[in-house]
């Protein structure tokens, strides 16, 4: 592909990027845990990175993540939002291993997939999140932490429930390679 997106990658990403920020700012539920919502955009953002991969996955995170902020906040909280690229990105990069364009989702690739999110996740709400909440904004550790492992788990539910019955259904409806034999 010398280098260059592909024209339905840039279109999915304008696509992805607006149904995130739709997803954040009205299917999102608060935990109790202060600005922090238990969010389904999760799930969708690692449909779009694992069909579309890791660049996708990364800007729709990236950018999907920035606009709700400024849109819902009024201000961008950039720890948080580089971690949603990150984990677009790290998401997107098991699209490498898993053949969902020719249908293939069975047990061993939903074991992939949701070993990858729940790593993912785990690394990026739990500790990355925290941590630039830390060396960005001087936040208090006990507060980003509680924070962190609450929008973490809530992801890793929502990715691996929401996110795997999503790629279940988006794998049947692509034709297995192979699946049409010519007639004698």
Same mark, same amino acid.
């Given at each position: 592909m010398n280098?260059?997106?592909?024209? %339905?990658?840039i279109v999915a990403i304008g696509i992805? *990027?607006?149904?995130? *920020?739709?997803?954040?700012?009205f299917a999102a539920i608060p935990t109790g845990v202060p #600005?922090? #919502?238990f969010q389904v955009s999760y799930a969708f953002l690692a449909l779009m990175a694992?069909? !579309?991969?890791?660049?996708?996955?990364a800007l729709i995170g990236f950018v999907g993540h920035a606009l709700t902020d400024a849109i819902v906040w009024g201000s961008v909280w950039w720890s948080w939002v580089v971690v949603s690229g990150f984990v677009g990105l790290a998401i997107g990069? *098991?699209? %490498? /291993?898993?053949?969902?364009? #020719?249908?293939?989702?069975? +047990? /061993?690739?939903?074991?992939?997939?949701?070993v990858t999110q729940v790593v993912v996740n785990a690394i990026g709400w739990m500790l990355i999140a925290p941590s630039l909440d830390i060396l960005i904004y001087v936040e208090p550790e006990n507060k980003v932490y509680v924070q962190g492992a609450v929008a973490g788990g809530f992801n890793i539910l929502t990715v691996g429930v929401i996110g795997t019955l999503l790629l279940i259904a !988006?794998? %049947?409806?692509?034709? %297995? =390679?192979? =699946? +049409?034999?010519?007639e004698a």
């Open positions: 280098g260059k997106l592909a024209t %339905k990658t992805g *990027v607006a149904v995130f *920020v739709i997803l954040n700012r #600005n922090t #919502n694992v069909v !579309y991969g890791p660049i996708a996955g990069l *098991v699209a %490498k /291993k898993i053949d969902i364009e #020719n249908g293939v989702f069975g +047990l /061993k690739e939903i074991i992939t997939f949701n !988006y794998a %049947k409806t692509r034709s %297995k =390679s192979g =699946s +049409l034999d010519a």
